[in-house]
T-cell receptor, first 110, second 117 residues
């Protein structure tokens, strides 16, 4: 069925390393791809989003890339810090509604 | 602005009981949403509303009801609670979609952790 697949489910890195999370989607009509960060005990919060008219967007240490032909998009975090430890969700528009991936638990070790 | 607020934070229900999860936003957003989050499963849309008096089903609406009498409030009602409804519930809101159909950031509340025993 129409969905959003996210990988990996867990990711462990050393402080200062880069982290990459990948998502694929099935609805070719999707034109909005946000990424949310969820800290323990809190609701998700938008950290970056990209629309289908651009291929890459950067905001300080985070960047998102989009390949519409292959229907996948990725989150890149550089120079990771312990405060980047959280659950990250990708999302895409499926059937006209925002649909979330399963989430990635990122742990950054000092 | 308080943003999106939810009450209660935690609740334990017995099978068959009912309850209402409250959600209020002070950002004058037209769109509001209810999600449930199960471990390792991401967020699933239960119901959403595009404005006062208008609601529609999401992906997993069975066992829930909603109403939207004001712009600010979007309560979620559970009738005859079942163990399968044990989850963390998030309310969210966003600005209306533009005429071009562009989507906007959803702002989430802190969640309600519900356990049905």
């Amino acid at each position: 069925g129409e969905n959003v697949e996210q990988h990996p489910s867990t990711l462990s890195v050393q402080e200062g390393d880069s982290a990459v999370i990948k998502c694929t989607y099935s609805d070719s009509a999707s034109n909005y791809f946000p990424w949310y960060k969820q800290e323990l005990g809190k609701g998700p919060q938008l950290i970056i989003d990209i629309r289908s008219n651009v291929g890459e967007k950067k905001d300080q240490r985070i960047a998102v890339t989009l390949n519409k032909t292959a229907k996948h998009f990725s989150l890149h975090i550089t120079e990771t810090q312990p405060e980047d430890s959280a659950v990250y969700f990708c999302a895409a528009i499926v059937g006209g509604k925002l649909t979330f991936g399963q989430g990635t638990i990122l742990t950054v070790h000092p | 602005n308080a943003g999106v607020t939810q009450t209660p934070k935690f609740r334990i229900l017995k099978i068959g009981q009912s309850m209402t999860l409250q959600c209020t936003q002070d950002m004058n957003h037209n769109y509001m949403y209810w999600y449930r989050q199960d471990p390792g499963m991401g967020l699933k849309l239960i119901y959403y509303s595009v404005g006062a008096g208008i609601t529609d089903k999401g992906e997993v609406p069975n066992g829930y009801n909603v109403s939207r009498s004001t712009t600010e409030d979007f309560p979620l009602r559970l009738e005859l609670a079942a163990p399968s409804q044990t989850s963390v519930y998030f309310c969210a809101s966003s600005y209306s979609r533009g005429l071009s159909g562009t989507y906007n950031e959803q702002f989430f509340g802190p969640g309600t952790r519900l356990t049905v025993l």
